[in-house]
Nanobody, 127 residues
Framework: QVQLVESGGGSVQAGGSLRLSCAVSGATFSVASMGWFRQAPGKGREGVAVINPGSGWTIYVDSVKARFTVSHDNLKSTLYLEMNNLKPEDTAMYYC????????????????????WGQGTQVTVSS
């Protein structure tokens, strides 16, 4: 089993920055791909960014390209999402997720491909 715990959410004004963290524990050796997803009230869960820690391959949803950066620290078993120039439309609950296989194909894999999830951390951006 893999356990995921997010942190780092909060409330910021438009144009601000936040860094989300996701601590990974349990069978970390089995994790081949990790992602950040978000869900705004009344909307479905949307993929934001995915990284394959072994290769460093990443993919982003178009709306966050050049603003968000996903990274992974193998020594700390932690996934990060650096978010800059935040916009009100980025407001959502952000979740990290993990799976035991990886691919390097677009588009972003859907949430159903990830069996392991954290509890989420809220990001609120005011205008």
């Amino acid at each position: 089993q893999v356990q995921l715990v997010e942190s780092g959410g909060g409330s910021v004004q438009a144009g601000g920055s936040l860094r989300l963290s996701c601590a990974v524990s349990g069978a970390t050796f089995s994790v081949a791909s990790m992602g950040w997803f978000r869900q705004a009230p009344g909307k479905g869960r949307e993929g934001v960014a995915v990284i394959n820690p072994g290769s460093g391959w990443t993919i982003y949803v178009d709306s966050v390209k050049a603003r968000f950066t996903v990274s992974h620290d193998n020594l700390k078993s932690t996934l990060y999402l650096e978010m800059n120039n935040l916009k009100p439309e980025d407001t959502a609950m952000y979740y990290c997720a993990a799976r035991r296989y990886s691919d390097c194909a677009a588009p972003l894999p859907p949430p159903v491909d990830f069996p392991y999830w954290g509890q989420g951390t809220q990001v609120t951006v005011s205008s």
